[in-house]
Structures are given as C-alpha cells and as structure tokens.
C-alpha cells in the first residue's frame, strides 16, 4: 500500500506560480515512479506530467512543457509540481500518482495509487 497527499494548491493570478508536493508513505519511495495528473470539470483526467524512480527522466504534456517541472526528494519520500507562468487552463484538481512498475508513463490506467486532490486555480 501506499498513502499519497498532495498539498500546495490554492488560487493563483494568471502568470503567477505554485509548488505542488506530494508526500508519500507505506513502501520505499525510491522504487516507484511518480506523475502529476489534473482533471477540470466537465473534463476527462489529464497527463501532466511523470518522473522516474531515479528521478533521471522526466515526461511532460506538451501543455505544460517548458512552465512546469517535475522532481522528487527520495530521501523525503516527496514528488514536486514546480509550476510557472500559470494561465487560467491550468485550473484543475491536480493529483498525484504512483506506478509501482518504475517506469513513467502517461498513462493514467498504469498508475497503482491516488492522493486525494489539490485544487488550482487561476484567476484571468
């Protein structure tokens, strides 16, 4: 089992940051990969972006590639969203996930385990 919980979300101006975290427990944190998903209403889940268990590769959405930035702490058991230049279509909940299989994927369908959510909001 694993427990994630994100944290970090709140209302932003557009062109304004956010650093989401993800705290994760319940297995060795260095031996799974890690993504950031985000879903806005009326819409599907969406990729943003995954790292690696080395935290080596990284994998973007072409909608956030270049403002966004993945990491992860392994000696904090904590995955990051350093996210910049925010427009007001970044708005979403934004989850974290962990894929017990090690690789990064953007697939939302390979990914073991969900933290509960943090809202985003970008005010134009």
């Known amino acids: 089992q694993v427990q994630l919980v994100e944290s970090g979300g709140g209302l932003v101006q557009a062109g304004g940051s956010l650093r989401l975290s993800c705290a994760a427990s319940?297995?060795?944190?260095?031996?799974?990969?890690m993504g950031w998903f985000r879903q806005a209403p009326g819409k599907d889940n969406e990729f943003v972006a995954a790292i690696s268990r080395s935290g080596r590769t990284t994998l973007y959405a072409d909608s956030v590639k270049g403002r966004f930035t993945i990491s992860r702490d392994n000696a904090k058991n904590t995955v990051y969203l350093q996210m910049n230049s925010l427009k007001p279509e970044d708005t979403a909940v934004y989850y974290c996930?962990?894929?017990?299989?090690?690789?990064?994927?953007?697939?939302?369908?390979?990914?073991?385990?969900w933290g509960q959510g943090t809202q985003v909001t970008v005010s134009s």
């Open positions: 996930a962990a894929d017990l299989a090690t690789m990064a994927t953007r697939t939302p369908a390979a990914y073991d385990y």
């Open positions: 319940g297995r060795t944190f260095s031996s799974y990969a």
